[in-house]
């Protein structure tokens, strides 16, 4: 049971590349989330799934998308970073009004 | 809206110490609350949490109470050990149906404890 995973841990982008960051979880939980986490700003919200098939908006979705592949699977992508996007990325997943688990992160710079 | 505003940090306290970090919130329902750590270079692992007013959580010597009165929710620990070096975060979850369950965190609390 290895709960919540992400890959890749770190990643230095150039200026327009894209990528995809993954995230898998093996609870069984509806739910999954994607949040950045910024000195001083704790987390922000950047996309959430509800469920398999529904994705939505966050704080601060701008230059970022979503899929939801199946009910264990929720990736991030970035289609044209920016040094802006330079964070530390958390994926997380819940069932509907308890906790949420997070995987150990991304860190992500966008030179 | 949802909302939740913890002390300031850098806190840095003498082992033994008697620690408080101060959570309050602002909820339009019945949110749930959480107190969640992050040691460095990991990601947030829960600590404690309380649903309904009035509920303590408690989990490694830590404990926190849901006080609806005071829309508080306060980590305490009576001894801090060096172990306990982390950035402490308060978070509230809403109950409302379609909304995925959302949390809505606080900035973090920054703690330091020295020998």
């Known amino acids: 049971n290895a709960g919540v995973t992400q890959t890749p841990k770190f990643q230095v982008l150039k200026t327009g590349q894209s990528m995809t960051l993954q995230c898998a979880q093996d609870?069984?939980?509806?739910?999954m989330y994607w949040y950045r986490q910024d000195p001083g700003m704790g987390l922000r919200l950047i996309y959430y799934?509800?469920?398999?098939?529904?994705?939505d908006k966050g704080e601060v979705p701008n230059g970022y998308n979503v899929s939801r592949l199946n009910k264990r699977e929720f990736s991030l992508r970035l289609e044209s970073a920016a040094p802006s996007q330079t964070s530390v990325y958390f994926c997380?997943?819940?069932?509907?009004?308890?906790?949420?688990?997070f995987g150990p992160g991304t860190r992500l710079t966008v030179l | 809206g949802n909302s939740v505003t913890q002390m300031e940090g850098p806190v840095t306290l003498s082992e033994e110490a008697f620690l408080t970090i101060n959570c309050t919130y602002t909820?339009?329902?019945?949110?749930?609350l959480f107190w969640y750590v992050q040691y460095p270079g990991e990601g947030l692992q829960l600590l404690l949490k309380?649903?309904?007013?009035?509920d303590k959580g408690s989990n490694k010597g830590f404990e926190a109470t849901y006080r609806k009165e005071t829309t508080s929710f306060h980590l305490e620990k009576g001894s801090v050990q060096v172990s306990d070096s982390a950035v402490y975060f308060c978070?509230?979850?809403?109950?409302?149906?379609?909304?995925?369950?959302?949390?809505?965190f606080g900035t973090g609390t920054s703690l330091t404890v020295i020998p």
């Open positions: 997380a997943s819940s069932d509907f009004g308890d906790t949420q688990y």
């Open positions: 609870m069984n939980h509806n739910s």
């Open positions: 799934s509800a469920s398999e098939g529904t994705t």
């Open positions: 909820a339009t329902g019945y949110p749930s």
């Open positions: 309380a649903t309904k007013a009035d």
């Open positions: 978070a509230l979850s809403d109950r409302f149906p379609n909304t995925g369950n959302q949390f809505y």
